[in-house]
Nanobody
Framework: QVQLVESGGGLVQAGGSLRLSCLAS????????MGWYRQAPGKQRELVAT???????NYAESVKGRFTISRDNAKTAVYLGMDSLKFEDTAVYYC???????????????WGQGTQVTVSS
């Protein structure tokens, strides 16, 4: 069993900053990637940023230059620093982790429960 626990969401004024955290625990052999997705009301879930085990990052165009993803491999944690927040960043943010639970198991994707980020204009 694998658990993802997110924290750090909240209410912030436009132009402000927040930092999201996600800690993965449980039966984990290896992690392929860790990342963040978000879903605004009435919209589909979309990629925000991902980071591979080697440290390669990928960002949505809408957050480039404002958001920074990082990870702590020892703690199996991933973070999302969000600066210059805009009203349109308002959404539920979900942590996503691609991993293998055992040396011979297939890759699986796990999701956190989501944390609300609300940016007031």
């Amino acid at each position: 069993q694998v658990q993802l626990v997110e924290s750090g969401g909240g209410l912030v004024q436009a132009g402000g900053s927040l930092r999201l955290s996600c800690l993965a625990s449980g039966s984990i052999f290896s992690i392929n990637y860790m990342g963040w997705y978000r879903q605004a009301p009435g919209k589909q879930r979309e990629l925000v940023a991902t980071i591979t085990s080697g440290g390669s990052t990928n960002y949505a165009e809408s957050v480039k230059g404002r958001f920074t993803i990082s990870r702590d491999n020892a703690k199996t944690a991933v973070y999302l620093g969000m600066d210059s927040l805009k009203f349109e960043d308002t959404a539920v943010y979900y942590c996503s982790v691609g991993l293998r639970r055992h040396p011979t198991s297939v890759n699986e994707v796990y999701w956190g429960q989501g944390t609300q980020v609300t940016v007031s204009s």
